[in-house]
T-cell receptor, first 112, second 114 residues
Framework: GQQLNQSPQSMFIQEGEDVSMNCTSS?????WLWYKQDPGEGPVLLIA?????ELTSNGRLTAQFGITRKDSFLNISASIPSDVGIYFC????????????FGQGTELSVKP | KAGVTQTPRYLIKTRGQQVTLSCSPI?????VSWYQQTPGQGLQFLFE???????NKGNFPGRFSGRQFSNSRSEMNVSTLELGDSALYLC?????????????FGQGTRLTVV
């Protein structure tokens, strides 16, 4: 079945550093979404991408929809302690309705 | 605008019992999807409902079922609970069946089967 490979699995960084994570797949996706999840909570939508090559920002977050439609990356600039959490990519396939395929997540730790 | 509301937040059930979880989507959203989240398998799609009809189903046994009401609220039911059903169950709502793609999640129901 369709899978999303998300990397890295975890990151330990210093406050103020930039962070980059990405997702790849063998399938072509219609939409890419990036979520952040805090412990015990549901995922919160950060950025949605709809077109190949699209680059979208949300504050310190920037995400891109890959040209091949098979990958996406998320960058976080100047990280702060509240960026700690698990980041998930999710893809929506054409003709699959609202079924999201999720990556395995990237656990981010920020040292003050 | 209220977000997605899931009840209850926590549940402890005994193996063999059944359980019903509830999800109230964002007002105006007609698509509701359910996901199971476990440390080993991550986030796995259970099923999606749109206008009271199941439009998509994941690879879960028939013990997992759901329904959607005319006000778009949704319930999922798990019968004959097994220890492996312990997980965080998440509900997500969307305006439509994936045209926009943006899905908003509730806080989840943490189910523990003992």
């Amino acid at each position: 079945g369709q899978q999303l490979n998300q990397s890295p699995q975890s990151m330990f960084i210093q406050e103020g550093e930039d962070v980059s994570m990405n997702c790849t797949s063998s399938s072509i996706f219609n939409t890419w979404l990036w979520y952040k999840q805090d412990p015990g909570e549901g995922p919160v939508l950060l950025i949605a991408l709809y077109k190949a090559g699209e680059l979208t920002s949300n504050g310190r977050l920037t995400a891109q929809f890959g040209i091949t439609r098979k990958d996406s990356f998320l960058n976080i600039s100047a990280s702060i302690p509240s960026d700690v959490g698990i980041y998930f990519c999710a893809g929506l396939l054409y003709n699959q309705g609202g079924k999201l395929i999720f990556g395995q997540g990237t656990e981010l730790s920020v040292k003050p | 605008k209220a977000g997605v509301t899931q009840t209850p937040r926590y549940l402890i059930k005994t193996r063999g019992q059944q359980v019903t979880l509830s999800c109230s989507p964002i007002s105006g959203h007609r698509s509701v999807s359910w996901y199971q989240q476990t440390p080993g398998q991550g986030l796995q799609f259970l099923f999606e409902y749109f206008s009271e009809t199941q439009r998509n189903k994941g690879n879960f046994p028939g013990r997992f079922s759901g329904r959607q009401f005319s006000n778009s609220r949704s319930e999922m039911n798990v019968s004959t609970l097994e220890l492996g059903d312990s997980a965080l169950y998440l509900c997500a709502s969307s305006i439509d069946r994936g045209i926009s793609g943006e899905a908003f999640f509730g806080q989840g129901t943490r189910l523990t089967v003992v």
